[in-house]
């Protein structure tokens, strides 16, 4: 299994321009996460899909981010405008449902993708 | 909202020293799990703990969650170079899929 995919590895844009982040899961998984990654405030859960519909947005920073799972097979982050605060690592994860009611959920994370904002 | 404090930040071992990270939930947990980030890498999942007082061991990783699903820890004895990394707890409080990262504990390993 080729394993999570994201693309891409690293972006370097402009503040205002539009950001889009691409994600494929394992195969058979049905639970997709995004998080963020910075120094000063760790690994946030942005935004998390079950079966390609959204559950807890909960995480998103504001209506600059928006996320879409169209199919099973393909999730996009996009930020518009980006702004500088916004440079961070981006990961994507995706699990699988567990038969057991203990919900035995590994995360498999991508390599993630490296934005920054000038 | 739910918050995982684990403690410490960093630590700095020379190579055999025993290393530990601790983790406490404002919570009760439904299971926690650790996951291992490299340098410039990605988390990678180590282990899941789901029972009360569990403790799980994995060569020279020892894992241990608390007797009232609150705190967890992970003990690495006689670290390698090998060992380098963040190790971060993840609790999930109840049947949702949501994970609480901790902020992690940066492992340095000096030969």
């Known amino acids: 299994d080729a394993g999570v995919i994201q693309s891409p590895r690293h972006e370097v844009t402009e503040m205002g321009q539009e950001v889009t982040l691409r994600c494929k899961p394992i195969s058979g998984h049905d639970y997709l996460f995004w998080y963020r990654q910075t120094m000063m405030r760790g690994l946030e859960l942005l935004i998390y899909?079950?079966?390609?519909?959204?559950?807890?947005d909960s995480g998103m920073p504001e209506d600059r981010f928006s996320a879409k799972m169209p199919n099973a097979s393909f999730s996009t982050l996009k930020i518009q405008p980006s702004e500088p605060r916004d440079s961070a690592v981006y990961f994507c994860?995706?699990?699988?449902?567990?038969?057991?009611?203990?919900?035995?959920?590994?995360?498999?994370f991508g390599p993630g993708t490296r934005l920054t904002v000038l | 909202g739910q918050q995982v404090m684990q403690i410490p930040q960093y630590q700095h071992v020379q190579e055999g020293e025993d290393f530990t990270t601790y983790c406490n939930s404002s919570?009760?947990?439904?299971?926690i799990q650790w996951y291992k980030q490299r340098p410039g890498g990605h988390p990678v999942f180590l282990i899941q703990?789901?029972?009360?007082?569990e403790v799980k061991k994995q060569k020279r990783l020892t894992f241990q969650f608390g007797e009232a699903k609150k705190n967890s820890s992970l003990h690495i004895t006689a670290t390698q170079t090998t060992d380098v990394g963040t190790y971060f707890c993840a609790g999930k409080p109840g049947s949702n899929y949501k994970l609480t990262f901790g902020k992690g504990t940066l492992l340095t390993v000096n030969p």
């Open positions: 899909f079950n079966n390609n519909v959204p559950i807890d």
């Open positions: 703990l789901v029972k009360s007082g």
């Open positions: 994860a995706s699990s699988r449902t567990s038969g057991f009611s203990s919900s035995y959920n590994e995360q498999f």
């Open positions: 919570t009760t947990l439904s299971n």
